[in-house]
Structure formats: C-alpha cells, structure tokens
C-alpha cells in the first residue's frame, strides 16, 4: 500500500526527509539499533566501574568482564552485516582478536591465521558460541601463558578439515604443568558451549606453551 503526500506517492516502506525519500527502518533493524546501544551503554558502565575500583581483583573481575562484553558486540555487528544468515569466521575471527587484544594491556602479540582458499561460512547462531569460546581461551593464554612482566605470542589459527573445521589456539609460555583444565567457570563455560555445537575439544601441552583445539563437525 502507497500514501499520499500532495500530489506525489510515497512508496511503502519510505519517509520524507526534506527533499529526499528515505527507507523507513524495519522492526529487525530497529532493534538492531537498540541492541547496539544497549551494549554500548552497557560497556562504558562497566568501564566507569573498573576505573572506580581500587580493590585489584575487582578491577580485574571487571575488566574481564568488559572484554566479554566487547566479544559480544562483535558477534552482533557480523550478524548485523551478514544477509545471508551466514558469517565469515576467518573475518569474525579476526575483528574479535583485535577486540581481545586490548585486554592483554598491550602486552602479548595476538596473531591470527585464517587464510585459505575459500572462505568457511558459519552459520549465524553458531557464530555466538564460538565468540564465547575464543574469548575464553584467548583471555586464559594472556592472563596465565606467560609469567607477569614477561611478553608473549598468542596465535589463533581457523583451519578447514575433511569433517569441518577447527580452531586452534596455541602459546609458547609456561604450558599446563599437570594443571587440570576443566575446574574454573571459563573451562566449564567452553565446555558446555562446545558440547552445544557438536564438537570435541582437547588441550596439549607443547612443553613448552600450550595448544587448545576445538573441531567442528559441520556441511
């Protein structure tokens, strides 16, 4: 259905600003809009209390928890900026690094390889899920891979398999020193997340450093 405005048409969907015709925004992309905000206003309230606190681990608890906030910021632009429900993930991956990187204070270099002949296309409400994980064992590798004051490599790499994929996060710090993973929320967090996609995870120890791979059935 078309209004009328004078002696024009307005087609459905579109508003007048002045002398241009603008799209009229959806339901889905008004909402977009308020997630958006909301995760904005969110972030700079958690930010104002971490500088507030002068208790360390508080001001820790609370920095970890604005970088979780920013993962999931980044999730929602890709799924904002995808149109066909699916995500790029060498591409999300990286976006979400650079993100996670500010909380490493600068200290450790994060690398990220997802090259590869064909880009690996997840699907939209997959993509969540691997944001939790990422930033989970990405932000365990900057706190715990390397003793304090002590710089360190991080890398992430996103590699096809015959079943899938997989995501692999590897250090060259201190390495697991026969402490069982699986005991904190972040391990049990990974844990669940991963059973929820189907797939299997394991840690390594390199000795030195650290490898956690997480394979991915999918296509």
């Known amino acids: 259905m078309s209004m009328m405005s004078g002696s024009s048409m307005i087609p ?11 799209p009229v925004p959806t339901a889905a992309e008004e909402a977009d809009h308020r997630i958006a905000n909301s995760l904005q206003l969110v972030s700079a309230l958690i930010g104002m209390e971490a500088r507030r606190a ?10 970890s928890t604005l970088h979780r906030v920013a993962a ?9 900026r995808s149109t ?19 909380g490493c204070a600068g200290q450790h270099v994060i690398v990220v390889d997802a090259a590869g002949d064909r880009p690996i296309n997840v699907e939209a409400g997959d993509v969540s899920s691997l944001g939790i994980i990422v930033t989970e064992v ?15 490599i991080v890398t992430l790499s996103v590699q096809r398999t015959r079943g ?10 201190k390495g697991l020193d026969g402490e069982t ?3 904190g929320l972040g391990s049990r967090l990974i844990a669940s997340t991963a059973e929820r996609l189907g797939a299997s995870l394991w840690w390594e120890n390199l ?8 394979a991915v059935p999918c296509c």
């Not at 066909?84 to 500010?102: C, I, K, M, T």
């Not at 990405?138 to 360190?152: E, F, Q, W």
């Open 164 to 173: 899938g994929y997989k995501l692999v996060v590897e250090d060259k710090g």
């Open 72 to 80: 999931v910021a980044g999730v929602h632009r890709h799924l904002h």
């Open 207 to 214: 000795r030195p450093g650290t490898r956690f791979v997480l």
């Open 84 to 102: 066909e429900g699916a995500v790029d993930l060498g591409a999300y991956v990286g976006e979400l690094v650079r993100q996670l990187a500010l």
């Open 181 to 183: 993973k699986g005991r």
């Open 138 to 152: 990405i932000l365990n590798a900057c706190k715990y891979a390397y003793p304090a004051g002590v710089s360190g």
């Open 54 to 63: 002068k208790d360390p681990h508080a001001r820790a608890a609370l920095e």
């Open 12 to 22: 459905e969907g579109m508003a007048v600003l002045g002398s241009r015709t603008l």
